[in-house]
């Protein structure tokens, strides 16, 4: 969804290095969400938020941390990146105001390799 | 706890045949249930919802997909398939008493529709 993006959509690092992934969207939906893909695992949540100053942890938070630097600005940071960490990465956004049962919006994913 | 599950890793169709993608869930409550699909070096984009109402519902794309309460499934169809539906789909649940958005996913299928 051209609305909803990501950068970088592809990254080679080496261990230990610090890395961030940057979302941005411009639907105006409050809610936002960063998940990983694995093959044959389906998409796990590492993180999510309600709005700036809502963050919560989803299944997988370890080893990630995240921040809300605006509405429309979700950034996903490994602090010392290991090679487990190698995945495809979605941020996702929602709307909260019309009830709670609304799908969610999905950028074009980075693909990260850790070496 | 609530969980997805896709028992077909791939499913393989000869173009205008019938299709069918395979999805079991187990929650507490009515779930909400979602269908989306991954084409390559896309993100997701979302096919269609249950809520609440009549089981089959219609989606993007000419799909659709039966709820059945008493199985607990949520599979998808379409009754023409086309050589361009092949993608990996996801089906995913939300718990309905959750107030977070959060869906977890299947596991993934690939759909393969042969000329």
């Known amino acids: 969804d051209a609305d909803v993006t990501q950068t970088p959509r592809n990254r080679i690092t080496k261990t230990g290095k610090r890395i961030m992934l940057e979302c941005s969207q411009t639907k105006g939906h409050d809610r936002m969400y960063w998940y990983r893909q694995d093959p044959g695992l389906g998409l796990r949540l590492i993180y999510y938020?309600?709005?700036?100053?809502?963050?919560n942890k989803g299944e997988i938070s370890d080893g990630y941390s995240v921040s809300r630097q605006a509405q429309a600005k979700f950034s996903l940071s490994l602090e010392s990146a290991i090679p487990n960490q190698t995945a495809l990465y979605f941020c996702?956004?929602?709307?909260?105001?019309?009830?709670?049962?609304?799908?969610?919006?999905f950028g074009p994913g980075t693909r990260l390799t850790v070496l | 706890a609530q969980s997805v599950a896709q028992p077909e890793d791939q499913v393989n169709v000869a173009e205008g045949n019938p299709l069918t993608v395979k999805c079991t869930y187990s929650v507490s409550g009515n779930p909400y249930l979602f269908w989306y699909v991954q084409y390559p070096n896309r993100g997701l984009q979302f096919l269609l919802k249950?809520?609440?109402?009549?089981?089959l519902v219609k989606g993007s794309y000419g799909f659709e997909a039966e709820f059945n309460k008493s199985q607990t499934s949520f599979h998808l169809k379409k009754p023409s398939a086309l050589v361009s539906d092949s993608a990996l789909y996801f089906c995913a649940v939300r718990e309905p008493a959750s107030n977070t958005g959060k869906l977890i996913f299947g596991q993934g299928t690939t759909l393969q529709v042969k000329p």
């Open positions: 938020s309600f709005d700036v100053k809502d963050i």
């Open positions: 996702a956004t929602s709307e909260m105001r019309t009830g709670l049962y609304n799908e969610q919006f």
């Open positions: 249950y809520i609440t109402g009549d089981n």
